[in-house]
């Protein structure tokens, strides 16, 4: 995709291991970005960062253009709100939110104000993931199914408070449920069983008349398969098996400021990460806590 213009100024809201891994590295090293500055609870973390730091987060709004966002769900549904208030770009993390009542309230701001948003669903930056879906498309596809099998909840960085209060469906969901839903059409309802902080499944219906399973889990010990997708239809199967490639974060940053100089949506857009919440909270609604 070619750059137009100059580089969008990206403020980054954040600067946990996330952030420090993925997101100021990507938007500092992006053509079509420049990383502006960053905000965190803990200063210390973000100079880390390489950027200029600011005390108010309302200062780094005042000085970008777009915002993207490394904090958890709840942090991000109040801090995006303002930054959409504050006629920003968002570029947000996948669950757009805790809950689904902040879902939407982000969600609303965003449409209100007009300004575009765009999640981090790695894997549909992959180009590996959109060869796939384009295999896919042409099966005229019938069902599916998916894993992530992971070991977050054991311990390291990505151990954090939210995650091991809430567990795999909010975590993981957002990924797998986006692949199926791309690969098989819409989903229109889902029934969960488990325990997300052990092992749990989905059973996805989609608008298609297709159907799809989902095998979650976060606390597997061993050597870990890779992330999987199967799809069968009545004109063969496609099936991927991958983790995001280093191609993955810098299409995500170049699709971002196209995104912005271009105005208008994108396909990952907030209103599709409601969506996502939508479907978690029905699912996280029929397991026990």
Not at 22 to 28: E, G, M, Q, R, S
Not at 44 to 68: I, K, M, S, T
Not at 218 to 229: E, K
Request: glycine share 10%.
């Amino acid at each position: 995709m070619e750059r137009q213009g100059a580089p969008v100024s990206v403020g980054l809201v954040g600067a946990g291991p996330w952030a420090e891994m993925v997101h100021a590295p990507t938007l500092a090293a992006s053509p079509d970005t420049r990383l502006a500055g960053v905000w965190a609870r803990r200063p210390e973390a973000a100079a880390r960062l390489g950027a200029p730091v600011y005390e108010r987060v309302e200062d780094l709004f005042d000085n970008c253009e777009a915002v993207a966002f490394a904090v958890p769900p709840a942090v991000q549904a109040d801090l995006a709100f303002q930054a959409a208030k504050a006629g920003k770009a968002l570029l947000l993390e996948k669950p757009l939110a805790a809950d689904l009542e902040s879902a939407r309230r982000l969600a609303d701001a965003i449409a209100t104000a007009g300004v575009p948003s765009q999640m981090v669903l790695s894997w549909r930056y992959a180009d590996a993931t959109r060869a796939f879906l384009d295999r896919a498309a042409g099966l005229r596809p019938f069902g599916g199914h998916a894993s992530f099998i992971a070991n977050g909840l054991l311990g390291g960085p990505f151990a954090t408070p939210w995650r091991l209060e809430r567990g795999a469906i909010l975590d993981l969901g957002p990924h797998m449920i986006d692949l199926m839903e791309a690969a098989l059409g819409r989903v229109v309802s889902v029934q969960a069983h488990g325990d997300p902080l052990a092992w749990c499944g989905l059973l996805l219906n989609h608008e298609t008349g297709a159907s799809s399973e989902i095998s979650l889990c976060m606390t597997a010990r061993g050597d870990l398969p890779p992330v999987s997708v199967a799809v069968y239809g009545e004109e063969g199967n496609a099936t991927f098996t991958d983790a995001p490639a280093p191609e993955t974060f810098s299409n995500m940053v170049t699709e971002f400021a196209a995104t912005v100089r271009r105005g208008g949506g994108h396909p990952l857009d907030a209103a599709h990460g409601l969506h996502l919440q939508e479907l978690i909270t029905q699912a996280e609604s029929q397991l026990s806590p």
